[in-house]
């Protein structure tokens, strides 16, 4: 009963409004000079500095699935959980190389999207089309993912009821209120938030692993009793505090693709556009690595509820456990009722940053390669504006609709899906600041065979644990491909790879063929730009009767 947890609620709650009030006060936050335009509204002003940038981007990247799934899954299945970390570890020196670029041809020529580059690039409006719609598709169960965290805490702390609308209702005021302050105030709300957000959380780790292992017996009494646990359970012969035969390529493969899509996502890249210049864009690629200490104390979370005795909530089905219920519970468990509060409020405030972020990331990407390009070319940049402020309400109701239709058990696999379906974006948008060796059809093609397969391969993965036949995971057996061994795969690593080959073979072919591969509407200094530079009219606005440049 919700008047068990009373000084929960209460704690949650303040914390909540405080929030909420920075969200709208920051609508005047950095004196913005016309909020009814997309750079001001969706990129802040491309103006935030490396403080700014360090929080903003650390909260869009470590979020409710930080705090909830990931200790979740270690919960459930062991060192397979720790995935996460070393995939925030190596991620950060592939982008240093990735996005410094990204971000100078983005300022030269005003790209507010991934797509608006590929755009420019590949001359083509239709593979920015697929990138666009690729971006907002894998951005959906992400944001879904992060009202899963808000309502693991609201049920632990028994504020949800037995009806469909009675348990959904908190959520659906908690985003109501995050699509007001978004509307008005824009990126600026999460980026302003951010700070209490990332304080919150490391408090609340920071105490967790100081004040838990006294109280369960020490490190080593966490670790024996998560041994037995996965000893003693036949569920999973794969699942146990180390990695086994079995599961070790699968660890290797989801870690590093983990790692190619992170910076693929449109919030992440949006959150970087965002910056004033290269420096800071490099300042933060060096010190982001320290958010990842946190995630693997976050990771930890779900051995000592082991050690805890910790049983998660009743799921949705009957007879099923709700696994994102672990850490709330532990806290619940574990704490005092005014620091549960805290912590509660640290995941809850978690999951609307990066939600704020993801959903003007994919308000970008309609308003500039869906609406302009197809819709209305003549767009003013108010007109811009304000359809993404309405597009990322729509955003903000879609992901509602998930959580309430599909009301998904186990929180991880949705993220896993977008990881698969953001990585085919790779060819066109990672490697295409590097090179225009590929035709624009070949990519379009290679973006059709790695999403086929892809997609083929998830729906063949059943989850045991929630009684899913299908998108049930993205751990693939290589038995299904044929080889004799007992071993899985990350499904996007092969979606990929697939993507890749199509790609090189039909750029092959065209090239023999000797097809036209379009003008590319940048130049090798837009990659070098810096703060100060001169922008240049986008690319779909440049004069059509110009010269084509040679191809790169």
């Known amino acids: 009963m919700w008047r068990d947890h009373l000084t929960e609620i209460v704690v949650f709650t303040v914390l909540f409004l405080l929030v909420s009030v920075m969200g709208f006060v920051a609508a005047r936050w950095r004196a913005p000079r016309d909020m009814a335009h997309l750079d001001e509204w969706g990129l802040g002003g491309r103006s ?22 990931v200790p979740a899954l270690v919960f ?52 920015a089309l697929v990138v666009a719609i690729t971006g907002i598709v894998a951005t959906m169960p992400y944001i879904a993912l992060q009202l899963v965290g808000i309502e693991a805490v609201l049920k632990t702390m ?33 980026a302003l938030i951010a700070f209490v957000k990332d304080t919150l959380i490391y408090v609340v780790i920071l105490v967790a692993v100081l004040w838990l292992p006294q109280k369960l017996g020490g490190w080593g009494s966490i670790f024996d009793a998560a041994e037995a646990k996965f ?7 794969n699942d146990g505090i180390l990695l086994n035969a079995n599961n070790q390529l699968q660890y290797v493969t989801l870690a590093f693709g983990s790692a190619l899509a992170l910076f693929l996502y449109p919030h992440s890249i949006t959150g970087v556009l965002a910056s004033r210049n290269r420096d800071v864009i490099k300042r933060n690629m060096s010190a982001l690595p320290a958010y990842s200490l ?45 620091f549960a509060g805290v912590a509660y409020a640290a995941i809850g405030i978690g999951a609307l940053v990066p939600a704020a972020i993801m959903s003007i990331a994919a308000a970008n990407l309609f308003t500039r390669n869906i609406y302009k390009e197809y ?61 225009r060796w590929f035709y624009r059809g070949a990519l379009i093609a290679g973006w059709a065979a790695g999403m086929g397969l892809g997609m083929w391969m998830l729906y063949q993965i059943p989850n045991p644990a929630t009684k899913r036949a299908h998108f049930g995971g993205s751990a693939f057996p290589l038995s ?53 530079d001169p922008r240049v009219t986008p690319g779909p606005a440049r004069d059509a009767d110009a010269a084509p440049e040679p191809v790169a």
Request: net charge negative; glycine share 10%; aromatic share 12%.
């Open 231 to 237: 000893q003693a359970t036949a569920q999973n012969p």
């Open 375 to 435: 819709l209305k070319r003549d767009a003013s940049p108010a007109q811009e504006a304000n359809v993404s402020k309405i597009t990322s309400l729509v955003v903000k109701v879609g992901a509602v609709a998930c959580i309430v239709f599909l009301d998904p058990q186990f929180s991880i696999d949705l993220q896993l899906i977008g990881g698969v379906i953001i990585l085919q974006t790779l060819p066109a948008v990672a490697l295409g600041l590097y090179t």
């Open 48 to 69: 935030f500095g490396g403080w700014i940038t360090w929080f903003l981007v650390g909260g869009d990247l470590y979020t409710a699935y930080t705090f909830v799934a």
């Open 294 to 338: 946190v995630l693997g104390l976050i990771a930890l979370l779900g051995y000592m509820a082991i050690a805890a005795g910790v049983k998660p909530l009743p799921g949705a089905t009957p007879g099923s456990a709700d696994a994102n219920t672990v850490v709330p519970v532990l806290f619940d468990q574990q704490f005092p009722d005014w």
């Open 480 to 532: 299904d491909f044929g080889f004799d061994t007992k071993k899985t795969i990350y499904v996007g690593i092969v979606a990929v790879l697939v993507n890749l080959l199509v790609a090189a073979l039909v750029t092959l072919v065209l090239r023999a063929a000797k097809v036209d591969a379009g003008r590319d509407g940048t130049t090798p200094d837009d990659y070098f730009a810096d703060e100060g």
């Open 76 to 127: 459930g299945a062991g060192a397979m959980g720790f995935f996460a970390v070393p995939y925030t570890i190596v991620i950060y020196p592939m982008v240093f190389l990735v996005l410094c670029r990204l971000w100078s041809v983005s300022h030269r020529h005003g790209f507010v999207t991934p797509a608006d580059f590929v755009r420019s690039r590949f001359d083509s409006p239709v593979l």
């Open 158 to 190: 028994g504020v949800t009821g037995e009806s469909a609308l009675a348990r959904h209702l908190p959520i659906i005021i908690a985003f109501a209120i995050l699509a007001a302050y978004t509307y008005q105030s824009g990126l600026r709300a999460p």
